[in-house]
C-alpha cells in the first residue's frame, strides 16, 4: 500500500510538471523491490517525516523537466510566470524606483507583497533586506533540482512573513559528473541579449558526497524610447501631455512669463531669448530611460553531506553570490524656486540683470544608480535518526548565517551649495574666463566654477555650460549609499511516531528555533544633510531578535471503512517571542479524507503574521518629488472635481501644478515639491486567518488523468499599510475619511498640496481569495507521446481598507491596476525518442485603470458602494496572452540542444496609462517583445 502511494504521487508530480499541486516534494524516496520499508521523508509545510507524499496543503512543484523546458534564465521568471504569482514587487521597468531593494529578485504570491511570502533553501529561511524582502537573484539555476510553492499559509510551521505561502528551492545533491550549460538570446529587436553560462559537478563516496554548481549571468538594457508603448509618457497623445517643459533648453521667469534661449543663438543678452512654448522648449525626457534595467550576476553554491556514523550525517550548504544592477533616468530636472535659488542678477550670463528664477534639466550628465550586492550565506547541521521502544525519530541540529552588502553609486544629481555659488555673482577676468564672484571680491576656480544654465544645445558656447567637463566636476558630487544586512539562526527539530492507532500512525513534530535579525543602509552624507537634489533621506538601522518553539501533530482518525479509505487530521502551532513586540502564538489545522482510492479531499485552516521590518520600525525619514500624484480636486481631471469636500479646500477652477509650476496636461504628474516619508517604531504584527478547500481526483477509468481544484481565502488584519500621497487623498475626497484629509495641507497662494508626511501604520485589513485549477493529461501515439497542462487561478475577491475609520468604504481591486482576475498557463509537451516540443500560453484576463482621458474611457459612469456616489471614470482593455515555442534535440554524445522563441507571436500588451508596476504606459509584468534563443547542455 505505502508503494502504491508514492508510485502514485510520484505519477501526479511527473504529470502536471510546472502546473502540479501535489505533495511531491522529498528529498528523497527509496523504496527496496520487495521490501515493505520505505524511506520517510519531508514534505514542504510539514515537519514530520512520512512515506505518504500528499498532504492536506495545496503545493505546487516546477521540476527540472519542466525548467529545462521554458526559455527563461533565473528562478525569478519562472515563478512570476505562475498563475499563482503577483506583480513584480519592483519591477525591470521600474528604473525611478531606488532603495536597497533595487536590483533583487522577490517573490510575491497572491498579489499580497512580497515581505508576505517566505522563501526557503531546502526548508531553511533566506536573509531578508531590512523591507523584509528576500533576494531569490542569488541561486544558480543549474542547482536548481526543483520548486515547491505552498499556497497556503504556514506561519504555524516556519513563523513571520509565511501569510500568502512559502517558495522552497531544493538544490540539487549527490549529482555525479559535469556538467554545462550555455545559454544566448535576445529580442528580435536587436536588444535584450541574455547571457547565462552554468556548470554542476559533483561527485560521490561511500561516506557522502560535494555538489558545486556556479553561474553567470548577464542580461543587457532595453531603451524606452525604443518601444511603441514606452517611447512617450501618453503613447498616442500630443506633445503637451508628452514633454516636459523643465528639460535641457535653460529658460528663466521674468516679466510674468518663462523665456527660453533660441537656437541656434548665444543666449547671451535678452534678444537671445523668446517666450517658451511646448513647440520651442519641451522635452521628452524618455529619451533617457531604461525601459529594461540591465544586470549581470555570479553566483557559486556548494552542497555537501558526509556520513559520520550509519545514523548520523552532516550537511552543509554554501551559497556566494555577487549582483551588479544598473539604472538610468533623464537628467535632473532642476527648478530653483523649490531651493529659493536664483540666477544673480549680477551673474555675467544673466540677459536682464535683475535676479531671476530659472530652471535646466541636466541632459548632458543623466542619473545613472550602480547597486552592488555581495550575499554569503553557510548552513550547517548534524542530522540522524533513532529507533526507541520500536519507534522510529529522525532529528537535526544546525543554523543559518546569511550576510548581505549593498554598494549604490549614484550619479547625475546636483550638489545645492554648488549650484547657488555657480549661479551667483560671476565676471569676465582678465584672461576671458568668466570667473565666480566679483573684480573686487573674485572666488578661485578652485572654489566656484560659474556655471551658465540658460546655454546648452545650439544655445550658446560649451564653455561653463552642462556640457563643459569643468561644470560638471563643480555641480555633480557621487553619491555612495551603503548597507548591509544578516541573519543568523539556530534550530532543533525531532520527528518521529508517537503510538500505533487502530487508523494508521500518530506522528508528532516539536522543534526550537532562535533568529537574529540585523540591518543598516546608510545614504550618503549629502543626502542626509539634503545637500544633493537626490532629495534627503535619513540612515536606517536595527535589528531585532525572536526565539520560537512548534509543535505538529498528524493524528489518524479512519482508515479502510466505508466512506473513508483514509481519514487524517493535522494540527500545528507555533509560540514566537519578539524582542520588538512581544509574543505571539499561531495554529494550523489540515485535513485530509480520501472515499475512494481515487479521490482526495483536504482543507486547512491556518493562523499567520508578519513582524514588522527593521526598516518599518527604524527606517531613516526620506524626501521625494512623487511620481504620477493625482490630485482628485484637480477641476480638469479630478475624479472628485466640484465636490462639496474638494470645494471646502480649493477654489472651483483650481489646477494642480506639476514640475515647473505649471498646470498638469494630465491626470497625474510628478509634484513640483517634495513629500515626506517615515518609518514607525510602534508598530505592531499583521495577523491573518487563511483557509483552503480542495480536491485532487486521479479516476482510475481514465488513465494519467488529473484534476486538483483548490478554494483559497486569505484575510490579513492589523495591516502595516505602506502609505501613499495618492492614497491620502483619495480616501480624504473620495472615502471621506477625514482623519487623512488632516494628513496634509495645501498652499494658501495656489491650493496645491505643498506638504504631506506619509509613513506606515497598523490600520485596516486585506482580503482576497480565488479559486485554482489544475488539469493534467498524459497521452501516448504512434507519433510520440504528449502531456497537456493547464495552471489557472480565478480570482473571486481583493478587497483592502487603509483606515479603521468605520464609515469608510472597503474597496475592491480585483481587475484592477495589476490585480488580474484570471491568470492560466496551458502547456503542451510532445516527446519523440530524441526529439521534443514544448509550446505554452499565458494567458492574463482584461484589467480596468482610472481614465487618463477622456476618449478612453469605457466606462465614464463607473461607481461602487466603496466610491461614496463619487463617479470615478474607469477604462478597459483587453487580455492578453503571450505563446512560447521550444524545440530540443537529445545528441548521441550525451547533450541537449533546444532553441526556442518566448513570446513567439510578438504579442505586445494593452497600453495603460497608470503604469501598474512600470514607469511607462505599460504593466510592468508583460513581455516586451518577442525572445530568441538557444539553450545547449553538454553532460560528461
Not at 533586506?129 to 541561486?139: E, F, L, N, V
Not at 526550537?512 to 536606517?540: V, W
Not at 487561478?793 to 469608510?808: A, G, H, R, V
Request: proline fraction near 4%.
Amino acid at each position: 500500500m505505502l508503494n502504491n502511494k508514492v508510485s502514485k504521487a510520484v505519477r501526479l508530480a511527473i504529470a502536471f510538471g510546472a502546473a502540479s499541486t501535489s505533495a511531491f516534494s522529498v528529498s528523497a524516496v527509496a523504496a527496496d523491490e520487495g521490501a515493505e520499508k520505505v524511506e520517510r521523508i519531508e514534505v514542504t509545510g510539514s515537519r514530520i517525516r512520512s512515506t505518504d507524499l500528499e498532504t492536506a496543503q495545496p503545493i505546487q512543484t516546477i521540476s527540472r523537466e519542466d525548467i529545462a523546458n521554458q526559455g527563461f534564465t533565473s528562478v525569478i521568471d519562472l515563478i512570476e510566470n505562475m498563475s499563482a504569482a503577483g506583480s513584480p514587487p519592483i519591477s525591470r521597468s521600474e528604473p525611478l524606483v531606488s532603495g536597497e531593494n533595487v536590483g533583487g529578485n522577490y517573490v510575491n504570491l497572491r498579489n499580497l507583497g512580497a515581505s508576505r511570502t517566505l522563501v526557503l533553501i531546502n526548508g531553511k529561511r533566506l536573509g531578508i533586506t531590512t523591507s523584509g524582502y528576500q533576494d531569490i537573484s542569488a541561486i544558480p539555476m543549474g542547482m536548481v533540482e526543483r520548486i515547491d510553492v505552498l499556497k497556503d499559509g504556514a506561519s504555524a510551521m516556519y513563523g513571520s512573513d509565511a501569510m500568502a505561502g512559502v517558495v522552497n528551492i531544493i538544490t540539487r545533491k549527490n549529482y555525479e559528473g559535469l556538467e554545462f550549460t550555455v545559454y544566448g538570446g535576445g529580442y528580435d529587436d536587436g536588444d535584450g541579449e541574455k547571457k547565462n553560462i552554468s556548470m554542476v559537478t559533483g561527485f560521490s563516496g561511500e561516506k557522502g558526497s560535494i555538489t558545486l554548481g556556479a553561474e553567470w549571468r548577464d542580461e543587457s538594457d532595453v531603451w524606452a524610447r525604443d518601444r511603441s508603448f514606452s517611447e512617450v509618457s501618453y503613447p498616442g497623445y500630443d506633445i503637451p501631455n508628452n514633454r516636459t517643459l523643465v528639460g535641457q533648453y535653460g529658460r528663466f521667469y521674468y516679466n510674468d512669463q518663462w523665456w527660453v534661449a533660441k537656437r541656434p543663438g548665444n543666449a547671451s543678452s535678452f534678444d537671445d531669448f523668446e517666450p517658451q512654448t511646448y513647440e520651442n522648449g519641451s522635452s521628452n525626457s524618455i529619451d533617457q530611460m531604461h525601459l529594461e534595467t540591465p544586470l549581470s550576476a555570479r553566483s557559486l553554491y556548494i552542497s555537501s553531506n558526509y556520513d559520520i556514523t550509519d545514523s548520523v550525517s552532516f550537511t552543509s550548504d554554501i551559497g556566494y553570490s555577487e549582483r551588479e544592477a544598473l539604472r538610468q533616468v533623464a537628467g535632473y530636472p532642476y527648478q530653483s524656486a523649490s531651493d529659493g535659488f536664483v540666477l544673480s542678477g549680477d551673474s555675467y550670463f544673466n540677459p536682464v540683470g535683475e535676479d531671476v528664477s530659472f530652471t535646466r534639466r541636466g541632459w548632458e550628465v543623466p542619473r545613472t544608480t550602480e547597486s552592488n550586492q555581495d550575499t554569503l550565506r553557510f548552513t550547517a547541521a548534524l542530522e540522524g535518526s533513532f529507533e526507541l521502544a520500536n519507534r522510529y525519530f529522525d532529528w537535526d541540529v544546525g543554523g543559518v548565517y546569511s550576510k548581505s552588502t549593498t554598494v549604490q553609486v549614484d550619479n547625475g544629481n546636483f550638489y545645492k551649495p554648488a549650484i547657488e555659488a555657480a549661479t551667483g555673482p560671476s565676471f569676465l577676468n582678465a584672461s576671458g574666463e568668466v570667473q565666480c564672484g566679483t573684480e573686487d571680491d573674485p572666488i578661485s576656480s578652485a572654489e566656484c566654477v560659474a556655471w551658465n544654465p540658460l546655454a546648452g544645445f545650439g544655445a550658446g558656447p560649451v564653455e561653463n555650460s552642462l556640457a563643459d567637463p569643468d561644470v560638471q566636476d563643480f555641480l555633480y558630487p557621487t553619491l555612495h549609499y551603503r548597507g548591509e544586512t544578516q541573519t543568523t539562526m539556530y534550530f532543533a527539530n525531532i520527528s518521529g511516531l508517537l503510538a500505533e492507532l487502530p487508523a494508521g500512525s500518530l506522528t508528532f513534530a516539536v522543534g526550537t528555533e532562535y533568529r537574529k535579525e540585523s540591518g543598516e543602509y546608510n545614504p550618503d552624507a549629502l543626502a542626509q544633510l539634503g545637500q544633493s537634489t537626490t532629495l534627503a533621506s535619513g540612515a536606517t538601522g536595527g535589528g531585532y531578535d525572536v526565539t520560537e518553539g512548534y509543535a505538529e501533530l498528524n493524528v489518524p482518525i479512519l482508515s479502510d471503512v466505508v466512506g473513508a479509505k483514509s481519514l487524517n487530521v493535522s494540527l500545528a502551532t507555533r509560540y514566537s517571542d519578539y524582542s520588538t513586540f512581544g509574543d505571539t502564538t499561531n495554529s494550523k489545522v489540515g485535513i485530509e479524507w480520501r472515499p475512494t482510492d481515487d479521490l482526495l479531499v483536504r482543507g486547512t485552516w491556518a493562523e499567520g503574521f508578519r513582524a514588522p521590518t527593521i526598516s518599518n520600525l527604524y527606517g531613516g525619514g526620506s524626501q521625494t518629488f512623487t511620481t504620477g500624484f493625482i490630485d482628485p480636486c484637480d477641476s480638469v481631471y479630478g475624479t472628485a472635481a466640484g465636490s462639496a469636500r474638494c470645494l471646502q479646500d480649493v477654489p472651483a477652477d483650481y489646477r494642480q501644478l506639476q514640475q515647473g509650476f505649471v498646470p498638469t496636461t494630465g491626470p497625474a504628474a510628478q509634484t513640483p515639491v517634495p513629500f515626506n516619508s517615515g518609518s514607525n517604531p510602534l508598530l505592531q504584527p499583521e495577523e491573518s486567518v487563511s483557509k483552503t478547500v480542495g480536491f485532487v481526483y486521479n479516476p482510475s477509468y481514465v488513465e494519467n488523468l488529473d484534476i486538483i481544484l483548490d478554494w483559497w481565502s486569505i484575510k490579513i488584519t492589523d495591516t502595516v499599510v505602506s502609505d501613499s500621497p495618492n492614497e491620502i487623498l483619495k480616501d480624504c475626497y473620495i472615502g471621506g475619511d477625514e482623519s487623512r484629509c488632516a494628513m496634509f495641507s495645501r498652499d494658501p497662494n495656489n491650493s496645491i498640496v505643498n506638504d504631506l508626511t506619509y509613513g506606515t501604520r497598523n490600520a485596516g485589513f486585506t482580503e482576497t481569495s480565488g479559486i485554482d485549477l489544475s488539469l493534467a493529461y498524459a497521452f501516448e501515439t504512434g507519433f510520440g507521446d504528449f502531456r497537456a497542462t493547464l495552471d489557472s487561478t480565478y480570482l473571486l475577491k481583493y478587497d483592502s481598507k487603509s483606515t479603521n475609520d468605520p464609515t469608510t468604504k472597503v474597496e475592491s481591486d480585483v481587475g484592477h491596476g495589476d490585480t488580474f482576475r484570471t491568470r492560466a498557463n496551458f502547456g503542451l509537451n510532445w516527446t519523440y525518442g530524441d526529439f521534443s516540443a514544448n509550446w505554452a500560453m499565458r494567458y492574463f484576463s482584461s484589467m480596468r485603470e482610472d481614465c487618463y482621458f477622456e476618449d478612453r474611457c469605457s466606462d465614464p459612469n463607473f461607481q461602487r458602494d466603496w466610491t461614496n456616489g463619487v463617479v470615478v471614470p474607469k477604462n478597459k482593455v483587453g487580455s492578453t496572452t503571450f505563446n512560447d515555442l521550444q524545440f530540443t534535440y537529445n545528441t548521441p554524445w550525451e547533450s541537449k540542444l533546444s532553441i526556442g522563441a518566448n513570446n513567439v507571436f510578438d504579442k505586445r500588451g494593452p497600453i495603460m496609462y497608470s503604469g501598474p508596476s512600470s514607469t511607462y504606459s505599460y504593466y510592468g509584468g508583460f513581455d516586451i517583445g518577442r525572445q530568441l534563443y538557444f539553450r545547449y547542455s553538454q553532460s560528461f
